[in-house]
């Protein structure tokens, strides 16, 4: 087993330490699936944050030549490093998400450092869901990282770790600038992911790559908060007005969605369709999103895409997210068992009163066309997401920095470090 420790430099909230620890595993042949509901919380998980490091997970190995640049300041110059081809995205599993997320709450809430080893700082009892410490919380190697994975699942072979970013959007940017993590990422011997995000007296993310995963045709939607970078080595987020939705399209020779859209509602009002257009990789393995403009409030959605072969799916399979807008998150669950009525999308509603929540009338926008367009207009007609105020930024220092190698173990770590910064360890 190769294990190597990489410690960041990144000024400002891009900050932190990131670890990975991976093990050489031959590529496996994808196994089905058990038919399940797709998109659906197992337990109280994924979290929101877990599904947004899920998608933008898949999003970087759709189109890994533009984050790649994403770590200049331009947010368009390439690294000069060698960019892997695209590869499938990751189907997003229960088990694994498990153990990223135990990790993740085991180092954001105890003494446990985040150890270079990927090692758990107490003795571990129990399985899945029921794993937990043993015991006081001491030090780094008590319980090692495979035995760790082996209280969630069989099949776990590799983990990015990450301290020290207070959104998982700033995580993946600090995986992206170090070679190690974004060779992970991007590594096409995976076929499954594990997601854990937990901000509590620290901020820890983890990815726990796996095998036997199949990806479904659209099996990761979300909404998130872009990043885009304007030459100051400043990398910004968009304000909480402009999210951008989106989901990940997965049907090799099948062509381009027919219908990829988000459909939505705010505090109960008629249901929004907004079609969702091609952004990153190709029309049949490609990212397909949308950034708006929303007004504070209850924002509940589901995702719809009629496939090129005419097959509908909806992600979540039943129920719908939920994105809260200057309101609190205990008043919008990320996850709603119910389901709004949706004409626009022709879907009636679940059980009970739909999930939108009650609330104040009036429209969450006008209507959409339910065919992709190139377009990506926006509720106030205001797509741009990247400044302004409320804006929440992060100094990062990657275009004038060095480059310098650091040997450990058996791997070789490209780092980057902000201006001025002090050596790592």
Same mark, same amino acid.
């Given at each position: ?6 410690v960041?430099?990144?000024? /400002?909230?891009?900050? /932190? ?10 590529p496996?042949?994808? &196994?089905?699936?058990e ?12 979290n929101?944050?877990e599904?947004?490091?899920?998608f933008?997970?898949?999003r970087?190995r759709?189109?890994?030549a533009?984050?790649?640049?994403l770590? #200049?300041?331009d *947010? ?17 599993v229960?088990?694994?998400?498990r153990?990223a997320?135990?990790? $993740?709450?085991h180092? @954001?809430?105890?003494t ?9 700082? +107490? ?8 794993t937990?410490?043993e015991g !006081? ?8 990282r ?7 699942? !069989? ?5 990015n770790?990450?301290? *020290?970013?207070?959104t998982?959007?700033l995580?993946?940017?600090t ?10 990422i991007? %590594?096409?011997?995976y ?8 901000? @509590?007296?620290?901020?820890?993310h983890?990815l726990?790559?796996g095998v036997?995963?199949? &990806?479904?045709v659209?099996?990761d =939607? ?6 885009s970078?304007?030459?100051?080595f400043v990398?910004k ?8 939705f989106?989901?990940? &399209?997965y049907?090799p %020779?099948g062509?381009a969605?027919?219908?990829a859209e988000?459909?939505?509602s705010?505090d109960?009002?008629?249901a929004? +369709?907004d @079609?969702?257009?091609?952004?990153? =990789?190709?029309?049949?393995? *490609?990212? &397909?999103?949308?950034?708006?403009t929303?007004?504070s *409030? +209850?924002?509940?959605?589901f ?18 997210? /939920? ?5 609190s998150? !205990?008043e ?5 068992a119910?389901?709004?009525e949706?004409? +626009?999308a022709g879907?009636?509603?679940?059980s009970?009163?739909?999930g939108?929540? #009650?609330?104040?009338?009036g429209?969450a ?10 377009g /990506?207009g $926006?509720?106030?007609?205001? !797509? ?9 930024v992060?100094?990062? %220092?990657?275009a004038?920095?060095g480059?310098w190698?650091?040997?450990l ?10 201006? =001025? #910064?002090?050596g790592?360890?």
């Amino acid at each position: 087993m190769k294990t190597s420790h990489v410690v960041g430099t990144l000024s /400002g909230t891009l900050v /932190g330490t990131a670890l990975l620890a991976s093990c050489l595993v031959a590529p496996a042949e994808n &196994y089905a699936s058990e038919q399940q509901a797709i998109g659906e919380p197992v337990g109280a998980l994924p979290n929101h944050d877990e599904r947004v490091l899920g998608f933008w997970t898949n999003r970087i190995r759709t189109d890994p030549a533009y984050f790649d640049a994403l770590m #200049s300041p331009d *947010g368009t110059t390439p690294s000069g490093r060698p960019i892997p081809s695209p590869t499938p995205p990751l189907e997003i599993v229960a088990d694994l998400g498990r153990a990223a997320h135990f990790q $993740s709450n085991h180092i @954001a809430t105890t003494t446990c450092p985040l150890c270079a080893d990927h090692s758990s700082c +107490c003795v571990l009892v129990g399985q899945d869901d029921d794993t937990h410490c043993e015991g !006081d919380v001491t030090t780094c190697g008590v319980t090692s990282r495979d035995e760790r994975f082996s209280h969630f699942s !069989d099949r776990a072979a590799d983990e990015n770790a990450e301290e *020290g970013n207070a959104t998982p959007e700033l995580a993946m940017l600090t995986w992206v600038t170090s070679n190690a993590h974004w060779a992970a990422i991007n %590594g096409a011997g995976y076929t499954a992911l594990g997601t854990g995000a937990v901000l @509590a007296n620290r901020q820890v993310h983890h990815l726990v790559f796996g095998v036997q995963g199949t &990806y479904p045709v659209a099996g990761d =939607g979300t909404h998130f908060y872009d990043l885009s970078r304007d030459g100051s080595f400043v990398v910004k987020e968009a304000p909480v007005t402009n999210p951008t939705f989106g989901i990940t &399209y997965y049907l090799p %020779g099948g062509g381009a969605p027919k219908v990829a859209e988000v459909v939505r509602s705010r505090d109960g009002a008629e249901a929004v +369709c907004d @079609a969702l257009a091609l952004t990153h =990789g190709m029309e049949a393995h *490609g990212t &397909y999103e949308k950034a708006m403009t929303l007004e504070s *409030g +209850c924002h509940r959605y589901f995702f719809r895409i009629v496939d090129g072969n005419g097959k509908e799916h909806l992600y979540p399979t039943t129920g719908t997210l /939920g994105l809260p807008i200057n309101v609190s998150a !205990d008043e919008c669950a990320d996850f709603s068992a119910d389901r709004f009525e949706a004409p +626009c999308a022709g879907t009636p509603a679940s059980s009970g009163e739909g999930g939108a929540g #009650s609330g104040t009338s009036g429209s969450a926008g006008s209507g959409g066309s339910n065919e992709p367009s190139g377009g /990506g207009g $926006s509720e106030d007609g205001d !797509d741009s997401g990247s400044s302004g105020c409320g804006c929440r930024v992060a100094p990062v %220092g990657l275009a004038s920095t060095g480059r310098w190698f650091v040997l450990l173990a058996l791997a070789t770590w490209l780092r980057r470090r902000a201006r =001025g #910064s002090s050596g790592a360890e």
